[in-house]
């Protein structure tokens, strides 16, 4: 499993969130989905975002 708080903490500048564009907390990491793509972009989204933008 992928500990999404580690790779909040380690990311400078600190990541936003692809969908509403704000600054992502490590206290957030529950609440956050985390992708990697095949060219190995790595984007972060609030889960709820997630419910809001891509039904």
Known sequence: MI???R????RIPAP???ACHEK???EEAPEVE???????T???I???C???VWR
């Open 3 to 5: 500990n999404v708080r």
């Open 7 to 10: 790779l909040i903490e380690n």
């Open 16 to 18: 936003c969130c692809e």
């Open 24 to 26: 992502i907390k490590p």
């Open 34 to 40: 985390y992708v990697k793509t095949k060219r190995g």
């Open 42 to 44: 790595q984007l972060f």
């Open 46 to 48: 609030h889960k709820k």
């Open 50 to 52: 997630v419910e809001k």
